[in-house]
């Protein structure tokens, strides 16, 4: 098992930023790639970004391209989304998720954070 927990969401007003943190614990096999998904108010979750255990790849939704970034630190097993820029449609339950394949879908994804609330004011 993988735990995943997630912080840094909050309150921003449009045109801030903030910083999402997920720390990975468990057998660590399952954070080969780590993704960011975001659920926002009466609609699907949607992805958001993911990136590979090298960081050598990065994918983005094309809604947050240019604004956000991922990263990850493996040595803290650590994977960050830099969000700048943020709009009032970026409000989300933002989730942080791993498994050991590459791409956008949710099914590829074993393993889930409970989610962190970003809320962007206009």
């Known amino acids: 098992q993988v735990q995943l927990v997630e912080s840094g969401g909050g309150l921003v007003q449009a045109g801030g930023s903030l910083r999402l943190s997920c720390a990975a614990s468990?057998?660590?096999?399952?954070?080969?790639?780590s993704g960011w998904f975001r659920q926002p108010p009466g609609k699907e979750r949607e992805f958001v970004a993911v990136?590979?255990?090298?960081?050598?790849?990065?994918l983005y939704a094309d809604s947050v391209k240019g604004r956000f970034t991922i990263s990850r630190d493996n040595a803290k097993n650590t994977v960050y989304l830099q969000m700048n820029s943020l709009k009032p449609e970026d409000t989300a339950v933002y989730y942080c998720?791993?498994?050991?394949?590459?791409?956008?879908?949710?099914?590829?994804?074993?393993?889930w954070g409970q989610g962190t609330q970003v809320t962007v004011s206009s």
């Open positions: 998720a791993s498994g050991t394949n590459y791409g956008t879908q949710e099914s590829l994804y074993a393993y």
């Open positions: 468990g057998r660590t096999f399952g954070w080969y790639v």
């Open positions: 990136i590979r255990w090298s960081a050598s790849s990065t």
